[in-house]
């Protein structure tokens, strides 16, 4: 069956004085996904998302958004988590909410109701009656993000949803946004954080210097990458094992090595190799397939923001011997 799209992109270019800023880019957001924008600083990604949004008009191309172009009818569907997060200071959070909702559509009462409802799913309730201003930043984090999806949207936009927030208060945003993933919502959620991405995406978009450079689901994205070879930890000499060209220490893994394998050898092979001898004994094995972070390096040249100075890593696990 095929999928019902959220947001259709075609071939979209937006210029700043002489500064080509999105350059020819296309792509498909469908309901039920929860869908990565990445890309360095300036590589084009707000920009795209302000085309997608109405703020700015695209130079060329065409942008359908919920079925046809923006309007204000479809834009009610639509739920925006800007990376520059504003509340009204001075009034409670459950006033702010509420009024908010009213904005969107939905009456005083069932505003209120559904306020009440998201604070207790983020574990606010406790601090309704608060003024915003008297909140910590992780918590108007929280309920900016419930302002964001308080209508019950068709489609989120979410830029940078995790910054600032605790590990617990992360794993919150993130049980709410796959719900809202498994009920049929389109989520766009623009992020430097590779290891959400690898964990809660399905497809992904990265834009570098404004142009497509990767695009597809993330597992396929990887794949593509991936280095003829296999990572496992252990003893033994891995050199004596048939079809190894190379060892070297795998990067981000203290006791791991990576195996890098001739052309016509299989990880299937050295795995039976590595069985039938009784001199090398295996605690783990995986094929050797980066991290977005390593791919995000090997394509855009540099780090995401807040991943300098971590090394990559390889993250797929195939079997434990």
Sequence with gaps: MQQEQAIKV????????????????????????????????????????????????????????????????????????????????KVSAIEVMTYLGTLKGLSSGEARKRSMELLERLELAEHADKKVQELSKGMQQKVQFAVTVLHRPELIIIDEPFSGLDPINTLVIKDLIVDMRNQGTAVVMSTHQMHQVEEMADRLLMISRGRQALYGPVEDVRRQHAIHGIIVE??????????????????????????????????????????????????????AVP???????????ERPDDLNGMDGRYVEEMSHA
Excluded: C, H
């Design 291 to 301: 991290s977005l972070n390593d791919i995000f390096i090997m394509e855009a040249g």
């Design 234 to 287: 252990g003893t033994g000499d891995w050199r004596t094992l048939p079809g190894v060209v190379d060892v070297q220490p795998a990067s981000g893994r203290r006791n791991g090595m990576l195996l890098r394998l001739a052309d016509d050898q299989t990880p299937d092979e050295v795995l039976g190799a590595i069985a039938a001898n009784p001199d090398v004994r295996v605690d783990r094995y995986e094929i």
């Design 10 to 89: 075609r071939n979209v270019n937006k210029t700043f004085g002489s500064t080509r800023a999105v350059d020819d880019v296309s792509f498909d957001v469908y309901k039920g996904e929860i869908f990565a924008m990445l890309g360095p600083n300036g590589a084009g990604k707000s920009t795209t998302i302000r085309m997608i949004l109405d703020i700015l008009k695209p130079d060329q191309g065409s942008i359908e958004v919920l079925g046809g172009p923006l309007n204000d009818r479809r834009r009610d569907r639509i739920g925006y988590l800007p990376e520059d997060r504003g509340l009204y200071r």
